[in-house]
């Protein structure tokens, strides 16, 4: 109930549009990496790769990251804008991010049944800032939006000169902890008590989805694209944005 009101009262409609006409109002072009706009999931079949990010290189990022007071995701997202920059040819690029929606649930919210996921855009600048000042920056910027984590995708994007039914973006970048689970112990072996997993499977309705596990210590990159691209090269392409990023 707490968590609900929070959500409902926390941020006006009128603060979210403001925040992002701030961020969006001059773009009027989608950031269609490789040309991709089916945003509609008419992606019927997808390449998929998984990269793990070498061991010294991920705790280079993680050194920097504390180096420069930033989280780790600041990194990446900066690393993700950069790949986008080469792909679109453009130096102001949008992708969507999934956020967690309970960041600003109050006391908690970790413990609220149901689902609160929530993909909004974010739109960062190539230039020629540093490196220090371009993840400073996407650090203050993806704070700034955890405050509109709960905005609605489709206010965000009325908010760009993106003329509908072109999309504002097309691609997406997925940040997530996945530190593993421990696969034993008697609480473990009973909640799993008669359960089988038959098989999983992953989708976006974007034609192009990164997403990286943050597992404690080091990273993994899963790349899915429409098949007309390499997935095997977006992930090279994210690990070379990131080494120059270390």
């Known amino acids: 109930r707490n968590f609900v ?19 969006l109002s001059d773009i009027d072009e989608p950031s269609a990496p490789y040309g991709l706009l089916d945003v509609q999931g008419g992606v019927a079949e997808l390449d998929e790769a998984r990269l793990v990010l070498p061991d010294d290189l991920a705790e280079t990022l993680r050194a920097q990251a504390r180096t420069l007071g930033v989280s780790a995701a600041s990194l990446m997202h900066l690393a993700w804008a950069q790949v986008l920059s080469k792909l679109t040819g453009r130096q102001e690029v949008v992708f969507g991010t999934v956020l967690f929606g309970r960041m600003q649930g109050g006391a908690g919210a970790d413990r609220v049944l149901g689902m609160f996921i929530n993909t909004l855009p974010v739109r960062i600048s190539i230039g020629d800032r540093g490196v220090a000042e371009g993840v400073r920056g996407t650090h203050a910027l993806l704070t700034q939006l955890l405050r509109h984590e709960h905005a ?20 997406l970048l997925n940040y997530r902890h996945s530190v593993p689970a421990t696969n034993s112990g008697d609480e473990y072996d009973e909640a799993w008590q008669g359960v089988e997993i038959v098989d999983r499977d992953e989708r976006t309705n974007y034609p192009l989805t990164l997403s990286v596990d943050d597992l404690g210590a080091g990273f993994v990159l899963t790349a899915q694209v429409d098949r007309s691209v390499s997935a095997g090269r977006v992930c090279a392409y994210m690990q070379t944005a990131l080494e120059q990023l270390a």
């Not at 009101?5 to 961020?23: C, I, K, P, Y």
């Not at 609605?152 to 691609?171: D, Y």
Request: proline share 8%.
């Open 152 to 171: 609605p995708l489709a206010l965000a994007q009325r908010c760009s000169a993106v003329q509908a039914p072109l999309p504002l973006f097309s691609s």
């Open 5 to 23: 009101a929070q959500a409902r009262l926390g941020v006006s409609a009128a603060e979210h549009e403001t925040f992002f006409t701030r961020m």
